[in-house]
Structure formats: C-alpha cells, structure tokens
C-alpha cells in the first residue's frame, strides 16, 4: 500500500503572508513578493512612494486586485533589502524597474505608481511603449509640476514632527488633518502592521537622501511632454493632498492623451487610494480590464 501523498500547500490569499523572493537584476538581488493568479494575464507590477518598502503597501490594496490580477510589488535597487545603491535621479530608477521586470520574463505589463512611483511610471511609458500596456497614476504629477519642488523640505519637516510627536508621519503627510482624516490615518497605519514574519528591512538613510533628490529633480524640470504617453492612463488622487498638490492629479488627466480621471475623493490627502482603498481597487480593475479602445 502506498503511502498517503501530502497535500501541496495552499498559495497564499493575503498580502500579508505572501513569501518575500529575490531575483537576480544584473548581479543585484532585487526582492519583491507577487500575489494573485499566475497565467497568461498581464501582470500589475506596482511602484513605491519615497521611503516605502514591501511593507508599505496597504494590504487591503493588495488583496483587493490580486483577487483579479497578478500583483507584483518590489524594491528598487537599494532599498529596502534590495542590494546596490540607490540612484539619485528618476530616470535611472526607471531603467532599473525595466531591468527589474525584463528579468522575471515578462513582454508587456500594467503599471500602478504611487507619488515617486508614479514619477517612475511616466517614464517607463515614454521610453518603453511596447512594454507598457496600461498605466495607473496615483498621488503623482508630471515633470517640472507646481509644488513638487517643495517635496524635500516638506518632508523633513513633517519627519521632524512625527520624531517629536512619536507619530508615523504618513499620518500627516498622507491624509488630511481632520477627524475623519485621522481616524483613517490609524486605521491604515494598523493595517501596514498585519504583516508580522518576514518583514522587509526599512529604508535606509543614504537611499532616503538619494530619493529626495530624485524627486527635486523632477520637480526642477521643464515641464514633461506628455503626449509621449500613448497607453491608456488612469489618475486617482485626493482632494488636498500636500505632498504632490492636487492641481497635478487634474492636469496630468487633462494633458495625457488618453487619461482618465477618477473624481478626487474627498477629505483626503496623498494616501486617498488607500483611505478609499475599496471604491479604488474597484475602479483600478474595471479601467485594466476594460477592453482598449479600437
């Protein structure tokens, strides 16, 4: 008689306990984890905010379109548990994720940038149009944009408040400074702890000032043509967010050839998409499942 076979283990259905993987990007180890059905599907691949690491995600983002999709997060070469340095300008992190999405294989993906991430995007789309198949831009502006230059200094200022308050400053930099904005601000901040095994390594010092600059950079440029972009574009963002000031949100959908904007949810701030994170992850997979316009 033959002995009983074990089963396979489940794959996970939580962001939260997806296994953290690492692949190797040119000699450098970039980890990432990726949640939801593999197949044929184009994949999601999702790209970060200033600081953020693979733990930075909302979970309930997460979870909501893997239910749908392929969803791969990563960490740029040198942040968080990535190895190799961190690049000081937005171009070069670009061509790092390209590199970064080439190795694993793949011919054409959909893109999800958040704030920095969405600066990251923008130019993937431009300089790699067969890769790109869809784009979602969330918290973000174009090149040279109005008030992004201020990134830096807002930043540190509002570092330098949570250091005194003993307060996460996403709390002030993503939502807004009202009773309902705090009170998502909490609930937010306890779903990024749900994850409790295997948590990626925090952003360090030298890349944090590396990010910083990239992102003044950005914000110093002229201002980006952005008729380059041919993909279909979806824009999300809050009504006042500080960060990446609103005004960007409407003018990228005004001035992208094929954008589409998402009403700017109200009393909420650079982290809307997940203060809304249910009305986004319904609309984010209605816009990449909808069939392209002929």
Do not use: C
Not at 77 to 91: K, L
Not at 100 to 127: K, N, P, W
Not at 142 to 157: C, E, F, H, N, S
Not at 248 to 269: C, F, I, K
């Amino acid at each position: 008689m033959s002995a009983p076979r074990s089963s396979p283990t489940p794959a996970p259905s939580s962001y939260k306990d997806v296994p953290t993987r690492s692949v190797s990007v040119d000699g450098v180890d970039f980890v990432y984890r990726q949640l939801g059905p593999e197949g044929d599907g184009v994949p999601l691949i999702l790209l970060h905010h200033l600081t953020a690491v693979l733990d930075n995600w909302d979970p309930r983002v997460i979870d909501g379109l893997a239910a749908r999709r392929r969803v791969i997060t990563f960490d740029n070469r040198g942040v968080g548990a990535s190895g190799g340095s961190t690049p000081d300008t937005i171009e070069a992190m670009a061509r790092d994720a390209v590199l970064f999405i080439r190795t694993l294989g793949f011919e054409h993906v959909d893109l999800l940038g958040l704030s920095m991430g969405g600066f990251i995007a923008q130019v993937i789309a431009a300089e790699e149009p067969q890769l790109v198949r869809k784009v979602i831009l969330a918290g973000t502006g174009p090149a040279g944009g109005p008030g992004i230059d201020k990134v830096t200094a807002l930043t540190l200022r509002d570092v330098l408040k949570g250091f005194l308050t003993r307060k996460d400053p996403k709390q002030f930099l993503f939502f807004t400074d009202t009773e309902h904005g705090r009170r998502e601000a909490r609930a937010f901040l306890e779903r990024l702890k749900e994850r409790t095994d295997r948590r990626d390594k925090a952003i360090s010092l030298t890349s944090f000032r590396a990010q910083l600059k990239a992102i003044h950079r950005w914000g110093l440029q002229p201002p980006a043509d952005l008729s380059r972009i041919r993909q279909p574009v979806l824009v999300a963002n809050g009504e006042s967010d500080r960060m990446v000031p609103s005004e960007n949100t409407l003018n990228l959908a005004a001035r992208l050839p094929r954008g589409e904007l998402v009403p700017l949810y109200p009393d909420a701030g650079h982290g809307g998409i997940f203060q809304f994170h249910d009305e986004f992850v319904a609309r984010a997979l209605a816009f990449l499942e909808a069939r392209p316009d002929t």
